[in-house]
């Protein structure tokens, strides 16, 4: 099982964000971008060189435990493309106590729910109901009540 165990790398390279064509005609980035320049110190150069953004991302995102010494894990390179196939490799679950508000008569006040997650579609509104046991009851009764009320929708029309 591989885990993710504390060691992320997300190198983003800002050329690549952009476009290496974009990047060769020297558009204007986004402000909303950061960009990481610096002039060199050495041998009088006064241009103005832009570096890719790399950032290490240290952290126990696995939340289990993880016998392995720090020295002998391996870090991860993230990026856009492989982003859910590492998700799916972590064998991510999240385990969630929160309140109970589909059942009032069922006199608990909290709903354990427990999420696995293989990539970011694991949180879309479809899939959580899928996930969650009480809520894709509530999903299979709405959707027989639309199926009724179809049929039942036209009566008037038809006597």
Do not use: H, Y
Not at 125 to 140: C, F, G, N, T, Y
Request: hydrophobic share 40%.
């Amino acid at each position: 099982m591989t885990t993710l165990s504390g060691l992320l790398i997300a190198n983003a390279q800002l050329n690549e964000l952009r476009g290496n064509e974009m990047a060769r005609e020297g558009s204007v980035a986004p402000k909303e971008r950061i960009n990481v320049t610096f002039k060199p110190a050495v041998g009088g150069a006064q241009e103005e060189i832009e570096l890719p953004l790399k950032l290490l991302v240290l952290g126990d995102f696995i939340q289990r435990a993880d016998e392995r010494k720090l020295e002998g894990r391996k870090s991860i390179s993230i990026d856009k493309n492989n982003f859910d196939d590492v998700l799916a490799k972590q064998e991510l679950e999240l385990v969630l106590n929160i309140p109970d508000r589909l059942q009032a008569d069922s006199g608990a006040d909290e709903l354990t729910v427990s999420i696995k997650v293989s990539s970011m579609k694991d949180f879309n509104p479809a899939s959580l109901v899928e996930q969650i046991p009480e809520l894709k009851k509530l999903m299979e009764l709405r959707n027989a009540l639309m199926a009724l009320k179809g049929p039942l929708g036209n009566w008037a029309a038809c006597g």
